[in-house]
């Protein structure tokens, strides 16, 4: 499996991007704008990648086997290393690698506060 297609991304990622709408909201706007819909759900389908639906809390089954709770520490090295933990029956290699990178700290917190919104 491979990720969808990239697209430009809005000018709206770029480092000087501001948002100061609250939190959620604001992880919401980065979400859309890194394209994470094209292989996340909020409403439980499945995807490519796992739904945000009743994530925060769940206790999840990686590949190797082992468990593990999502919390906070969990959903960002989901998103800056995705495949150190991968969750059982979803592909490695598909979500980008270069987060880590190219998003800063204030909007994964955002996007991590969005991703926990979604009860």
Request: proline share 7%.
């Amino acid at each position: 499996l491979s990720p969808p297609e990239a697209t430009a991304l809005p000018t709206l990622i770029e480092e000087s991007a501001v948002c100061s709408e609250g939190t959620k909201v604001c992880g919401e706007r980065w979400v859309l704008a890194y394209g994470c819909f094209s292989c996340h759900s909020v409403d439980g389908e499945i995807i490519l990648g796992p739904t945000w639906q009743g994530l925060e809390g769940q206790i999840v089954e990686l590949e190797d086997g082992s468990t593990f709770t999502v919390d906070d520490e969990y959903l960002r090295e989901a998103i800056v290393q995705p495949d150190v933990k991968v969750r059982a029956g979803f592909p490695t290699g598909v979500m980008p690698r270069d987060y880590g990178d190219t998003i800063p700290k204030e909007k994964l917190d955002d996007i991590i506060a969005f991703i926990k919104s979604n009860k």
